[in-house]
């Protein structure tokens, strides 16, 4: 919501929009950050570098972050696995793709065409 006031923005209604794909200054709040996973990693005797390996998802303004439900489970099971589809149910993501949120209906798409094309080549 935006109020303007003599015409100029009234600062206290108006708001800024993160998200998990642009997080903004949030960023290091929004995943376990590369320090947070070592720690993890040094209290649960577990290797940062195949725990960075299996896990280490993405980067935000030069921040490094990890899916933390993936990580903890990780270490409360003592093994790493892949847990992030447990995190959330399909129906969300079936959502996003279709109302084509941050173009990943477009991205799907190239993605098909990309490993149909593939196939054709091993065939």
């Given at each position: ?71 903890v489970v990780s270490m409360e099971k003592q093994e ?44």
């Amino acid at each position: 919501m935006k109020r303007f006031v003599n015409g100029v923005l009234n600062r206290y209604y108006s708001f800024r929009e993160y998200t998990i794909l642009d997080a903004g200054p949030l960023a290091e709040f929004i995943g376990f950050t590369g320090e947070e996973v070592q720690s993890l990693c040094e209290e649960y005797a577990m290797d940062f570098a195949e725990c960075r390996r299996w896990y280490d998802g993405y980067t935000q303004r030069g921040i490094e972050l990890y899916n933390p439900e993936s990580v903890v489970v990780s270490m409360e099971k003592q093994e790493y696995g892949s847990y992030w589809g447990q995190t959330s149910s399909y129906e969300v993501i079936a959502d996003r793709i279709r109302d084509n949120f941050a173009g990943t209906k477009d991205a799907k798409s190239r993605m098909t065409i990309f490993f149909r094309n593939r196939e054709r080549c091993f065939v």
